[in-house]
């Protein structure tokens, strides 16, 4: 069964680096999101993708965030110079689109920031 | 912004019983409605959805209902086993509404399924 796919599984940088996540969306999917979840606290959204561009994005994802689709199979989560508040799991997902407009996640990169 | 509730953060049944996990929302935009179950170190697996043209989809084991009038839905597990045990997320979009299709999730709720 297709599955999204996330690198790495844990990141622990310092505060100040840039952080690269990576996605590997399912394969006929045109739809891609970021999710994190802070420990503790729900799910939230950060930024939505399609058509390569943003759709929307959250109050959360500011200029130090950015998302890219490199190439026709990688989704990736730049953030450029890390906070100790960004520290969370961050989530990938992808849909088709379809009515049935079901996100299937990823299995998630806890970034940690010292 | 508390757009949508799971206003019950933990629930215990036993094995073989019915499990019903309840979850508010307040956007009357929302016109689809996800349940997503998670384990530890693991991302969300879509379990269930429902549409707003509906009021009951069932899957097996698992049914969601929806009651728009009420900006309420549940999910019943029925009969509970003890590898359901997970906290399960509600979550909702307004994909038709506008929205770009991005989820806004509860705050997840603790099922305990004993042996």
């Known amino acids: 069964e297709p599955e999204v796919t996330q690198t790495p599984s844990h990141q622990v940088t310092q505060m100040g680096q840039e952080v690269i996540l990576r996605c590997v969306p399912i394969s006929n999917h045109l739809y891609f999101y970021w999710y994190r979840q802070i420990l503790g606290q729900k799910v939230e959204f950060l930024v939505s993708f399609y058509n390569n561009e943003i759709s929307e994005k959250s109050e959360i994802f500011d200029d130090q965030f950015s998302v890219e689709r490199p190439d026709g199979s990688n989704f990736t989560l730049k953030i450029r110079s890390t906070k100790l508040e960004d520290s969370a799991m961050y989530f990938c997902?992808?849909?088709?689109?379809?009515?049935?407009?079901?996100?299937?996640f990823g299995p998630g990169t806890r970034l940690t920031v010292l | 912004d508390q757009q949508v509730k799971q206003n019950s953060p933990s629930l215990s049944v036993q094995e073989g019983r019915i499990s019903i996990l309840n979850c508010d929302y307040t956007n009357s935009m929302f016109d689809y409605f996800l349940w997503y179950k998670k384990y530890p170190a693991e991302g969300p697996t879509f379990l269930i959805s429902i549409s707003s043209i509906k009021d009951k989809n069932e899957d097996g084991r698992f049914t969601v209902f929806l009651n728009k009038s009420a900006k309420h839905l549940s999910l019943h597990i029925v009969p509970s086993q003890p590898g359901d045990s997970a906290v399960y997320f509600c979550?909702?979009?307004?994909?038709?509404?506008?929205?770009?299709?991005?989820?806004?999730f509860g705050q997840g709720t603790t099922l305990q399924v004993k042996p």
């Open positions: 997902a992808s849909s088709d689109g379809s009515f049935a407009d079901t996100q299937y």
């Open positions: 979550a909702a979009s307004g994909f038709r509404s506008g929205n770009t299709g991005k989820l806004i």
